[in-house]
């Protein structure tokens, strides 16, 4: 394994501790992590190997997919328009998207769009990677479908789909594709390598990610949780049908094809090294050079626990808790405080805010684990402690 590089003032020096201790046996494995505190950079680590199959180190500027932690991006973002007035989370999406009204949808508000509460998390219609790519096909089937469940009732986890509906609010309230809106209002001025479709042509340093054997266990077992003569509805929102694999990548395939990562996949395709994501998630809580932390009575509004307890499709606990499309601090993600909102993302990932320490954190991985994965929980204990004091 490369070793570990970057730099860390004094005073974090147990969390490099807690990030150096996450390589331990996992010689394919590659990561980074980001701390920012009060606006600056405090960790900014890497190490490991970023593509397992030709031994390629893990770079400084090294970025990965970061696969659902785009959804808490896409949600800061949703949440500047609520913060200028042009959004509002208790309005109708038919105000904004007149077709998502179709079959009973109606009452589904931008809330519950984003709180996983709209009734769509995957598709009544088994659709192939062709069709995932193109996003008028996509937004057009989740506007005509009928809900899974009556809306507002309950939440299911909106593993994919959740981006076209957090992406199509963007676009039909500013006239501009997520990504675009993504770059020019947020990782452009910030100076974060923070992406949402990266050109073929510029697909350079960016890791291959693996499913390990615990990621895989873990498909293995939702798979075999469907009932007889039942759609498996969870896995269905993972692959769409036939879009991708389970486990989202594959050697060729899903997150790791150049045309995917082209493609705009606001619930699973950001782009980002872990000091971009950590730089984002802090411009939210703190003021830059170029950007105003976010509104304090909008961020209440945004954190608001919106869904919470069993979800809709039964699953173990512990569960997970949503605001306007926030991950909050429960039993499923622990943050360093209760204050704690952001997003974690599968195998792995991990990024989020402390508005009440000024703290902001990001760690990203290439080797996807499932499961007991601790690395982050670690990373975050450690940080915990070292606030404390």
């Known amino acids: 394994m490369s070793g570990i590089h970057g730099t860390v003032e004094e005073r974090f020096q147990p969390v490099r501790e807690a990030f150096t201790t996450a390589f331990e046996g996992r010689p394919r494995m590659g990561a980074a992590l980001a701390v920012h505190h009060r606006g600056q950079p405090v960790v900014d680590l890497w190490g490991g190997v970023a593509d397992a199959r030709s031994s390629a180190p893990w770079t400084s500027d090294t970025s990965t997919v970061v696969f659902s932690c785009t959804k808490g991006i896409m949600s ?30 109606d009452t589904v508000t931008v809330g519950d769009a984003l709180s996983h509460r709209a009734g769509v998390s995957a598709l009544r219609t088994s659709v192939g990677l062709a069709e995932a790519l193109d ?61 949402l479709g990266v050109p073929v042509d ?51 395939a899903g997150f790791n094809r150049p045309d995917v990562r082209a493609a705009e996949f606001p619930g699973a395709g950001a782009v980002a090294t872990a000091r971009g994501l950590s730089a984002a998630w802090s411009s939210a ?36 808790r949503w605001g306007a499309g926030f991950q909050l601090d429960s039993g499923a993600r622990r943050y360093v405080s209760v204050e704690g909102f952001g997003h974690d993302g599968a195998g792995g990932q991990v990024a989020f805010a402390e508005p009440g320490l000024d703290l902001s954190f990001a760690f990203v991985t290439n080797w996807m684990e499932a499961g007991d994965d601790d690395r982050a929980t670690r990373i975050v204990d450690a940080l915990r402690k070292v606030v404390e004091r």
């Open 76 to 105: 800061l973002l949703i949440a500047r328009l609520v913060e200028a007035g042009k959004l509002d989370y208790e309005l109708p999406l038919t105000d904004i998207w007149p077709e998502f009204g179709a079959n009973g949808k």
């Open 202 to 252: 510029h697909q350079t340093n960016i890791a291959h990610s693996e499913a390990a054997e615990s990621l895989r266990e873990s498909v293995r077992a939702q798979q075999a949780e469907g009932r007889p003569g039942e759609p498996n509805w969870p896995s269905a929102a993972m692959t769409l049908g036939s879009a991708f694999p389970q486990e989202l990548v594959g050697s060729d």
């Open 135 to 195: 996003w008028y096909a996509m937004t057009t089937l989740l506007a005509e479908q009928e809900p899974l469940w009556q809306p507002g009732s309950g939440y299911g986890y909106h593993a994919l789909t959740h981006g076209w509906l957090s992406g199509e609010i963007i676009r039909r309230v500013t006239g501009k594709m997520p990504g675009k809106f993504l770059a020019e209002t947020l990782a452009d001025p910030l100076g974060a390598h923070l992406r």
């Open 285 to 320: 809580i703190h003021d830059t050079d170029v950007t105003s932390r976010l509104d304090p009575a909008v961020l209440k509004q945004a954190t608001e626990v919106r869904s919470e307890g069993e979800p809709v499709f039964p699953a173990p606990a512990p569960w997970p």
